[in-house]
């Protein structure tokens, strides 16, 4: 079960924020904006992550992986993470974002009364 920890992680995290979609934009309505602004970031992290861990800065736990290494020696797990973790920003910041918007013609609704 420990090779599982970290996809459980950001399976749980995926989950938490799922519910926010119906409260924001359409983040995953918009899968070309979601792109646009994960995968820059994404990549720029991810190459950090691929030099970190060739000059042995950093390294990842086998015993919490499943053992998938893609390029660079970055484990399956951290690919994914610079895409879930950005993703669930994007939720979240868009499902605030939409309800401070309410909120705010609430409050012009109840002053014109």
Known sequence: MDRWQYL???AACLLCTLPLE???KGVYRQPRRLITSVLPV???FLIWDAIAV???VW???PRYLLGLIAPGELP???LLFFVVIPVCGVLTYS???NMLQVLDR???KAKQR
């Open 95 to 97: 499902a605030v974002d």
């Open 106 to 108: 609430w409050r012009v």
């Open 76 to 78: 399956l797990e951290e």
């Open 54 to 56: 060739a000059a042995d």
């Open 8 to 10: 459980l992680v950001l």
């Open 59 to 61: 390294w990842y736990n």
């Open 42 to 44: 994404a990549l720029v």
């Open 22 to 24: 119906r409260y924001g």
